[in-house]
């Protein structure tokens, strides 16, 4: 199994978003996500426990911290594989492929169509890696293409990076630290979801807050999973991931099928 090269945990930096939680307009806590570019189109993918069915916003960073504060974009209006229910105005096989997602507590994906965004900004961070650091400066964010095909290799290693709030504050703004997690191994893959091993016991839900949603990569910056979570038993060293070619599915069935945006349109929800 190759290593990573030191570079390309800023791919891995500049991929995953930090999001900030909104509810009837303040922020409630932090999370992660990643644009993808497919078929032409930009979409917005995170975790849906952040959204808690479109009862929550999600703002990006889009300019520095000024006295007047952060200058964001506010997203609502989520996409949710667990609300899509069509009854018969499908054709069949699209019905059947719908009725798929439903029944199961593993639908934890949330999805919207964006403008490309030339704007996503950074602060500079430094990511200790090993005997190294890693500089990430300001910047604009990366959008991953999502156009090609892979296959998953079990052997390979597989790295995420999020944003977690240290709990701590200077003046009135939360301390939002850096999260790279790295060298995972696969233990699972299920229909929808795969089963990373840490190599240790997670310890602390804590110590990923704010990494839900959070791009999983493999050895080849395929972007493989959406981050939702770990094992409710933190002795155990498993997190979960949103398999992406799912995801995949699911915006090709939502955003590219007339008959489902025909069925959509006239869908009173």
Do not use: W
């Not at 975790?47 to 300019?63: F, T």
């Not at 974009?73 to 105005?89: E, M, R, V």
């Amino acid at each position: 199994m190759k290593k990573r090269r030191f570079d390309t945990f800023e791919l891995i930096f500049r991929s995953s978003l930090l999001l900030h939680i909104m509810y009837e307009g303040k922020i409630i806590g932090i999370g992660s996500g990643v644009i993808v570019t497919y078929k032409g189109r930009y979409f917005l993918c995170t975790a849906e426990h952040l959204l808690e069915g479109n009862k929550n916003s999600i703002a990006i960073q889009i300019g520095v911290q000024t006295e007047k504060g952060i200058e964001m974009l506010i997203f609502n209006d989520f996409s949710f594989l667990s609300q899509i229910k069509l009854g018969g105005k499908t054709e069949e096989a699209l019905l059947l492929a719908i009725e798929s997602f439903e029944g199961t507590k593993a639908l934890d994906v949330a999805i919207l169509e964006v403008s490309q965004l030339n704007h996503l900004t950074q602060e500079q961070i430094l990511i200790p890696i090993n005997k190294k650091t890693l500089e990430i400066s300001l910047g604009t964010k990366c959008i991953i293409s999502v156009d090609g095909t892979y296959l998953l290799n079990k052997k390979s290693l597989f790295t995420f990076a999020g944003m977690i709030n240290s709990k701590q504050k200077q003046g009135e703004r939360h301390i939002i630290l850096p999260k790279l997690t790295s060298d995972m191994k696969v233990s699972n893959i299920y229909s929808f979801l795969i089963e990373f091993n840490l190599g240790h016991p997670i310890k602390s839900h804590s110590l990923f807050k704010g990494c839900s949603g959070a791009p999983i990569f493999d050895n080849d910056n395929n972007l493989v999973a959406i981050l939702t979570g770990g094992s409710e038993d933190v002795s155990k060293p498993f997190v979960y991931g949103f398999r992406f070619d799912v995801i995949k599915n699911f915006i090709d069935m939502l955003y590219f099928n007339g008959s489902l945006d025909k069925a959509l349109a006239n869908k009173p929800f």
